[in-house]
Every structure is written in structure tokens, then in C-alpha cells.
């Protein structure tokens, strides 16, 4: 997979693709929870695929350039979600593996992030970084 595209075999169905600032943060968590009620994931498991796009999308916000691009895809048995950004970029590394002490600042979201979803790629572009995280459907 490249940092800009999803791989055909899990792009599936684009359900949502935009550009966002602070400013639509709102409105396209309303956007991906209305997708989200449409598949066969708990309410318990929505909120927490919820959850994770808009960690992202703040992080993209807040240390990635103030915008970003999502797209949001349906596939077989999933649901799969990619942020772009155009800041500075990190190194993957300092995301910690055990849960961070809130006294810590920082890493919490990404930590988050790959707790609450079943897989999450980082890709570092020439500008920027690529967020990638899925979540697989629940058994009918």
C-alpha cells in the first residue's frame, strides 16, 4: 500500500471522501456514524470505529498541517479508514505499546487509535503522514 492510496483488495466502497479543517471535525463524525449505523457492527463497536476517526482527524488537524483529507470505505467485511495530513510527519516509534500514563503529554490518540481498531498502518509521505485503520464486521 502506498502512503496516498488504499489497496484495491480492501478499498471496497467509497462511502465518504472530503477535506476537513476544525471546523468540519463536527459534521463528518455525524457523516462517518451515519455509515457506520448501516453495517452490522455493535453500537458498542461504532462508537469506538467513531471514536478513532475523529482521534485522527484532530491529530491531523492539531499536528498535521490544521487539515486533511479522509476517506472512509466499506469493503466485505469492513470498514476501513484513511487520514491524510500535510505536517511535519513522526516517527511511528514514539507511539507507546502499553497504555501511556495521563500524565504524559501526548501519544495518547494513536495508542487509542490501534486499540480500538483491528489493524492501523502508518505512512510516512514526502509531505506529511497517512493514517490508515480498519475494523473487521460482526458476525451476522
Known sequence: MTAQT???????????????CAADLARIRVQVDLHTSRT??????RAQFVLAVHEVMCNAVRHGG????????????GLCCQVNDTGPGFDENMIPLALPSLDTP????????RELTDRMDIAR???GASITFAVRFDAA
Do not use: K, M, N, P
Not at 106 to 113: C, E, I, K, M, P
Open 6 to 20: 488504499i489497496s484495491a483488495q480492501e478499498e471496497g466502497e467509497l462511502l465518504l471522501e472530503s477535506r476537513f
Open 40 to 45: 452490522t457492527l455493535t453500537e458498542a463497536r
Open 66 to 77: 490544521g487539515e486533511g483529507t479522509i476517506r472512509l470505505f466499506r469493503s466485505a467485511d
Open 106 to 113: 501526548g501519544g495518547h490518540g494513536l495508542w487509542l487509535v
Open 125 to 127: 509521505c514526502a509531505v
